[in-house]
């Protein structure tokens, strides 16, 4: 390199920062990649219960939430789900299918981190760990970045620094102050894929409930998932929970069907009239925890034989169980918050290249960008796809 001066600084070494500066490099573009953490790829590293849920078989751009739904198209058409995986393949990385086509490692995450690296290394990327950036300036139609007594220049400055999510494994507003620098709007940004809280009662039966899951049906307006749920001593988690966290405002309820798949009123009726002598609990206990029914039919005083039970209060059971309305107070925040909605206005940039239209030369890609997956690998390959965009363009 000349001097302190580079054809592209990439600030942020996570998944879209790491896949951005090695493409840039591999179009022969001398490029610098920045982190202020000592560690790369953390986010990463932790993903996936330490394996990785690296992309999803059937990602589209449905799986998506932004301001403007078509922003994420053409990044996602540019570069695949397929794309990637062929490069997991390359690197000799097993992997399995889970549920609902998420694809994770066999063995580590740490097996991703590994091959991006590798793959910055033979793109030449010249990478700076535990370098933090005090003041970046735009000046003769070149970045100014300032590091100390440090200050790199470059044609291009890419800012793949992620959201608010996980503060504790570095988690800044950075990338957003520097969008804001450079009148680029900021989409007010909450935390997503994130479990929810209660308070009074609701919350002391999950705290009693800590540990109990169910496949449920969780809904919010027009929007539904069916997944696991998983009571918590803080609240709701699990699958469904968090991806309806996604969509949730705050101040509304949710409606969730414990038992998806299962008519609990037709169940207790049929037999009612077929098994009278049997009681409420030990019909729901076949298709129900144990823990769960005992406090439902606590709840709505349904102790007895059937036969002596009301029809009015099975109806109650099956509603409280089928259709359960429950308003969160809130959610337990960027502290364990996946991923964060909102961030730079996609109306800014452009959908092809990544590049901010007011601002020639300047780069957003990944979380920070006002785009958000849905749970299960989707998150990950928008990182993939917007870094490899902009590493073409830059």
């Known amino acids: 390199m000349k001097g302190n001066h580079i054809d592209v600084i990439v600030i942020g070494a996570g998944a879209a920062g790491l896949m951005c ?198 809904t919010y307006g027009k929007t539904s998932f069916s997944e696991g749920l998983l009571f918590t001593h803080r609240g709701l988690s699990g699958p469904s929970i968090l991806q309806i966290s996604s969509y949730w405002e705050e101040g509304h309820a949710l409606n969730v069907n414990l038992a998806r798949g299962d008519d609990i009123l037709d169940i207790l009726l049929r037999h009612k009239q077929e098994q009278p002598t049997k009681t409420p609990d030990h019909v729901l206990g076949q298709v129900l925890p144990k823990r769960l029914v005992e406090i439902i039919c606590t709840e709505q005083n349904a102790a007895g034989r059937l036969a002596d039970i009301k029809d009015k209060v099975l109806q109650n059971i099956a509603a409280r169980i089928n259709a359960w309305m429950v308003k969160p107070s809130g959610t337990e925040g960027y502290r364990t918050a996946e991923v964060t909605i909102g961030g730079v206005d996609t109306n800014a940039l452009s959908s092809k290249t990544m590049e901010c239209k007011t601002q020639p030369g300047l780069y957003f890609i990944g979380e920070v960008v006002d785009v958000t997956g849905h749970l299960g690998g989707f998150n990950f390959q928008w990182a993939w796809s917007s870094g490899y965009v902009a590493g073409q363009n830059v």
Do not use: W
């Open 21 to 218: 500066a090695a493409q840039a490099g591999m179009r022969g573009r001398r490029v610098m990649l920045i982190d202020h953490s000592s560690k790369i790829g953390e986010k990463i590293r932790i993903s996936g219960g330490g394996r990785c849920n690296f992309t999803n078989i059937y990602a589209s751009p449905d799986n998506f939430l932004s301001q403007n739904s078509h922003f994420c198209k053409s990044a996602l058409k540019q570069y695949t789900q397929h794309d990637f995986i062929e490069l997991v393949e390359k690197h000799g990385i097993a992997y399995h299918e889970k549920t609902l086509g998420q694809l994770f490692c066999d063995q580590s995450a740490q097996q991703i981190i590994d091959m991006l690296l590798t793959e910055c290394k033979n793109a030449q990327v010249d990478i700076k760990t535990g370098t933090g950036v005090d003041r970046i300036e735009h000046k003769g139609g070149q970045y100014h970045v300032t590091n100390g007594k440090t200050t790199m220049t470059s044609s291009s400055l890419v800012i793949a620094t992620g959201g608010l999510s996980i503060p504790k494994i570095g988690a800044t507003k950075f990338g957003y102050d520097i969008a804001r620098q450079f009148d680029v709007n900021v989409v007010p940004t909450r935390p997503a894929l994130v479990p929810l809280t209660f308070q009074s009662d609701i919350l002391e039966q999950c705290k009693t409930l800590s540990g109990v899951s169910v496949d449920a049906n969780v």
